[in-house]
């Protein structure tokens, strides 16, 4: 098990990060709130041991996500969470549109291109964090940006 002060640390660190990941895959804030407190049930029971906080926070990202597939697998039952509060999480109001048109990208390429561009990981941690090779995650970043891009242009041009 780990100690109290490992988790409240963890939290504190991540849970913001985890959050934007898991409402980007699942678009509902229920659902990815669901997901962030189920990543740390199993930080919590697992108890691995980290060489360094980033790859403390990728392993939380893989379970995050892994809970999000799971979830999303499940969930006809849930309604898809606002614009208003989706756009409440991002600094530019003008990313507004770009984050509407993010929302209508299958779920499989919206994941990498939020890793990549919103969190700012790099093609060989994402690969690593949805369990793909580094190779099928630059095909998804080429497709999600020219998909990204028709619903951009279609719906905001």
């Not at 199993?42 to 403390?56: G, I, V």
């Amino acid at each position: 098990m780990v100690s109290e002060d490992l988790i409240r640390e963890a939290v504190e660190n991540y849970a913001d990060d985890l959050y934007r990941v898991c409402l980007v895959m699942l678009k509902n804030t229920a659902d990815a709130e669901d997901a962030v407190q189920d990543s740390f049930i199993t930080y919590m029971q697992k108890a691995p041991r980290f060489n360094s906080s980033e790859h403390e926070k990728a392993w939380l990202i893989r379970v995050a996500c892994n809970k999000c597939h799971d979830m999303i697998r499940y969930r006809d039952r849930h309604s898809t969470v606002s614009d208003e509060l989706l756009e409440s999480y991002f600094v530019e109001e003008s990313d507004s549109a770009v984050i509407d048109a993010l929302m209508e990208v299958p779920e499989k390429y919206r994941i990498v291109l939020s890793l990549h561009y919103i969190e700012g990981y790099k093609v060989d941690e994402i690969a690593e964090m949805i369990g793909r090779s580094p190779s099928a995650v630059k095909m998804r970043l080429s497709k999600g940006r020219k998909k990204l891009e028709e619903k951009y242009r279609k719906g905001y041009m």
